[in-house]
């Protein structure tokens, strides 16, 4: 599967952005999807993933509370919506995708979009 993420940009802090990761190839409900994210002089970290059918979602205890992660497999596109932003979630956002289980650790997905930068100022 590829995926292609797009929707970041700048904005003020409190503000909201909504992120989107469009998938091509092999059937996306084969897969689960997550949100990662990596700023500068940092290591990739977990924001938010979610099961094949969109039942279940996970977040990092930083973002929960602000940030929806949802689905669309007819559609094959995973959604971040992120609400009352912070300039701490400056960073370069990615969307990934595997056909294993949810996991918060990058290393377990294989499949990896390009990376959409989001930038929060306060």
């Known amino acids: 599967v590829q995926l292609q993420a797009s929707g970041g940009g700048l904005v003020q802090a409190g503000g909201s952005l909504r992120l989107s990761c469009a998938a091509s190839?092999?059937?996306?409900?084969?897969?689960?999807a997550g949100w990662f994210r990596q700023a500068p002089g940092k290591e990739r970290e977990f924001v938010a993933a979610?099961?094949?059918?969109?039942?279940?979602?996970f977040y990092a205890d930083s973002v929960k509370g602000r940030f929806t992660i949802s689905r669309d497999n007819a559609k094959k596109a995973v959604y971040l919506q992120m609400n009352t932003l912070k300039p701490d979630d400056t960073a370069v956002y990615y969307c990934?995708?595997?056909?294993?289980?949810?996991?918060?650790?990058?290393?377990?997905?294989?499949?990896w979009g390009q990376g959409t930068q989001v930038t929060v100022s306060s």
């Open positions: 990934a995708a595997d056909r294993a289980v949810v996991a918060r650790s990058p290393h377990a997905y294989d499949y």
């Open positions: 190839g092999h059937t996306f409900s084969n897969y689960v």
């Open positions: 979610i099961s094949r059918s969109g039942g279940s979602t």
